[in-house]
């Protein structure tokens, strides 16, 4: 039977480690082949059940040598669009001073504003392009990014601007998220609720008309704002279309678990301090545990997040970089890999479902990304290993050899 040409790729002469549901483990299939067509995943299985010869079925067949092919990575969650660094205050640190001291001090997320207030839309996406790249090469094909270093409409919407052009420039997926409510801007100290209401009445409005989110967050915390302030943002986002979630009990438990999962969002995320009631409430609201062992291990925390309780409780677990200049300059999601396994407990196969399948289930995008399987888009990561816990075990080595993003190879 000829099947002429019905894809327009197949990957074959490898492993697939396709994460599937319904399948254990990795979701192996050794001697595997995955076919793309207009960008989706037209047949994925042992390369001997293929319908035909290769040649007769795609119009390109690609050889994986032995190496090993994944679900394009996602970070679904980064603070990648800033300006200027933290170095200053992280050698303060190291010369005894706290993230909150420096934070209550005027310094913290409030220097990363000063220094984002003044970059220019160009400046901000340049340096962001850099750290996409950074993440590209080790296999990922989805981002998130927030706002949040704004804190005035102006810059808010530069930094998503920003971060949307992103995706028009670089072959990546990006979620945009808005987080206004990241910490209460200089100007407002004393005038709160005026900060909230210009988030409710303003920011809001202007970057959902703009179609610059598609989400909207919060930092629940002593230093930055209460869960009834938290719930009143997200709130007022949800009204306005956007999907939810939440930066809960990262510093404090502040019961943003719970609340998290109360609201319906997608996600909580560090949640370092959060109580058995909340990891029950996110368990039943199905709200995706975002882990962000970058900053656990930048700030020197000696509190994990209850990974056991999440596990037992069956809430997904999804791990991400949280790039950003104050907590967690992490520029890697291999590094974030290795970082959940070792200091939060994770399996090497947890890890990976969590910057795959899990990731994706925290964006919202499940049905379409985060594991081989028909239908999805065919965005793939090809890694030099001989077996993808490989993937959290090197450490500072990138096995990444090849990236494709809707069915196609993109330069390295
Ligand atoms: N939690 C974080 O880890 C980042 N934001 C947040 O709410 C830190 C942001 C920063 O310190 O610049
Ligand atoms: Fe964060």
Redesign the pocket.
Known sequence: MSTALTWDRVWLGGHLATLAAGREGYGEILNGALAARRGKIAWVGPEGDLPGRPEDLAKEVLDLQGRWLTPGLVDCHT?MVFAGD?SGEFEARLRGATYEEIARGGG??RT?MRATREASEDDLFREASRRLVALQTEGVTTVEVKS?YGMETGTELRMLRAARRLARDHPVRVQTTFLGA?VLPPEFEGRREAYLDLIREEMIPQVVKEGLADAVDA?CDEI?FTPEECRSVLLAGREAGLATRL?AD?LSDQGGAALAARLGARSAD?LERTSPEGVAAMASAGTVAVL?PG?FYFLKEDHPPPVSRFREAGVPMAVAT?M?????PLNSILTAMNLSCLLMGLTPEEALRGVTVHGARALGLHQVLGSLEKGKMADLAIWEVGHPRELSYWMGRNPCVGVVKDGEPTPS
């Open positions: 603070h933290r913290g997320i990363t949040g990241h930092f930055a930066h990262q560090h962000l900053a949280d950003n200049p104050g907590s967690s």
